[in-house]
């Protein structure tokens, strides 16, 4: 896979899933439209203490869903895997099924593998790989509400805050019409995530089983 391979990648199906792939858990499943909410009222607030939240965590284990609406399909396609994340920019997305596939973010290096073909890129040779790689770490630091790149609206329910995030940036919103989040009030990481993208497809990736602060090796970020 050259790097013209890895920028379809990066626009493709997997992409999307792969660009939020972070520090999250689901204690019960939401449906967003499901749901009744309120306008946050302090927002400053709100903001300071995600960003407080959001910097406690050092580590955090997960496994994900994913499921992938193809506006040309009539079904949807599900994956399965485990997440693991580790300050500072590194991560790790294994897919498990239906097929395994490796991503890892090594602070500047990407790696991917697919029936043990590896390839690698660095963030800073692309401009779409880097702004990826910078949204993914503001969102797990919680400084996503105060990227540039995103118009944010807050709202909450008794269990979670609904973040809407409107792209204003040239390239995310030939992306992107709109990402919403659900972060748990019970300890501020995403539960749910929903990529609507300009495409007409969309993307859900929801996470459990979350694991914070146990020891992560900085060796499982090495691609063999």
Known sequence: MNKNNLEDFFKG????????????????????SAQ???????????????????????????DFIQEKSIS??????????SFIFKKVNKLRMEY????????????????IKNDQKKSNVSVNSNKLFKMISQITIDCVTGNILNSKDFDVKISENAQVYFLVLKPNQK???????????????????????????????????????KKINTQVSDEIFTVN
């Open 13 to 32: 199906k997997l992409s999307i899933g792969v660009l939020f792939f972070m520090y999250f858990n689901i204690a019960i499943t939401i449906a967003v």
């Open 36 to 62: 009744n909410y309120t306008p946050v009222k302090d927002v400053a607030g709100f903001k300071k203490l995600y960003a407080t939240k959001s910097t406690s965590i050092n580590t955090l284990r997960s």
């Open 72 to 81: 040309m399909l009539n079904n949807t396609l599900n994956s399965n895997g």
């Open 96 to 111: 498990a099924k239906p097929y395994p596939y490796l991503f890892v973010l090594n602070e500047n290096q990407i790696s």
């Open 171 to 209: 390239m995310l919103k030939s992306l992107f019409n709109e990402i919403d989040l659900l972060v748990a009030k019970s300890d501020f990481t995403v539960e749910r995530i929903d990529l609507k993208e300009t495409s007409g497809d969309s993307t859900t990736l929801i996470f459990s089983n």
